[in-house]
């Protein structure tokens, strides 16, 4: 996805998640409030998202393809601390080195989770660092591969190099990138 010189994307897309009447789930007790950073970098003019690969070794979701994300702790003061949290935590992610844009919908998963994907735009100059406890591998994938056909819809899922994102992730990839199209179409 293509966004030529200057940052007039991020001022557009912050207002587009500012403004849309974004989808809530009801309280449960069922469901656990959790967040996942949905990193967007600009890189050469194109956008990109950083996805991880969950570690092998874990007892849940491992080898899956994610956000940086989890659970909301009782000390994290919103679900954007939530996010910019399991960031760093993850992938070293410092929360300064985000400026975080807004959320999008709220998403209900099997597992009993409602998560909040909360946006951000991640400073280019940033590495990653995997928390080898949780994270095998972070990689870049161009945000126009989720405006395409699904390579399976279901489960709903795309193929990024040698990686396959699918479900709640691939979801809310999709939606991102669906929300960037439009802001990028407006003259």
Same mark, same amino acid.
């Not at 989808?23 to 003019?45: C, D, F, K, Q, T």
């Not at 070794?57 to 956000?67: I, P, Q, S, T, Y």
């Not at 940033?126 to 080898?132: D, F, K, L, S």
């Given at each position: 996805?293509?966004?030529?010189?200057?940052?007039?994307?991020?001022?557009?897309?912050?207002?587009?998640?500012?403004?849309?009447?974004?989808?809530?789930?009801?309280?449960?007790?069922?469901?656990?409030?959790?967040?996942?950073?949905?990193?967007?970098?600009?890189?050469?003019?194109?956008?990109?998202?950083?996805?991880?690969?969950? !570690?092998?070794? &874990? $007892?849940?979701?491992?080898? =899956? %393809?994610?956000?940086?994300? #989890?659970?909301? *702790?009782?000390?994290? @003061?919103?679900?954007? !601390?939530?996010? &910019? $949290?399991?960031?760093?935590? =993850? %992938?070293?992610?410092?929360? #300064?080195?985000? *400026?975080?844009?807004? @959320?999008?919908?709220?998403?209900?998963?099997?597992?009993?989770?409602?998560?909040?994907?909360?946006?951000?735009?991640?400073?280019?100059?940033?590495?990653?660092?995997?928390?080898?406890?949780?994270?095998?591998?972070?990689?870049?994938?161009?945000?126009?591969?989720?405006?395409?056909?699904?390579?399976?819809?279901?489960?709903?899922?795309?193929?990024?190099?040698?990686?396959?994102?699918?479900?709640?992730?691939?979801?809310?990839?999709?939606?991102?990138?669906?929300?960037?199209?439009?802001?990028?179409?407006?003259?």
């Amino acid at each position: 996805m293509h966004v030529g010189n200057g940052s007039r994307w991020r001022d557009d897309l912050a207002a587009s998640l500012r403004l849309r009447p974004a989808v809530r789930l009801r309280a449960s007790s069922s469901r656990a409030a959790a967040a996942v950073l949905v990193p967007i970098v600009e890189h050469n003019g194109e956008l990109f998202l950083w996805l991880l690969r969950r !570690a092998s070794h &874990l $007892r849940k979701h491992r080898g =899956e %393809v994610a956000f940086p994300g #989890g659970k909301r *702790d009782e000390s994290d @003061a919103d679900l954007v !601390a939530t996010a &910019l $949290r399991e960031a760093h935590e =993850e %992938v070293g992610l410092a929360p #300064g080195a985000v *400026d975080v844009l807004g @959320a999008m919908d709220e998403l209900p998963t099997f597992t009993g989770f409602g998560i909040t994907p909360v946006v951000g735009v991640v400073d280019p100059a940033w590495v990653p660092v995997a928390n080898r406890d949780e994270v095998d591998a972070v990689f870049m994938a161009p945000l126009g591969r989720f405006l395409a056909r699904p390579a399976w819809p279901t489960p709903f899922g795309y193929v990024v190099d040698d990686h396959w994102v699918w479900g709640a992730t691939a979801k809310m990839a999709r939606q991102c990138a669906a929300i960037v199209e439009d802001c990028l179409a407006k003259p």
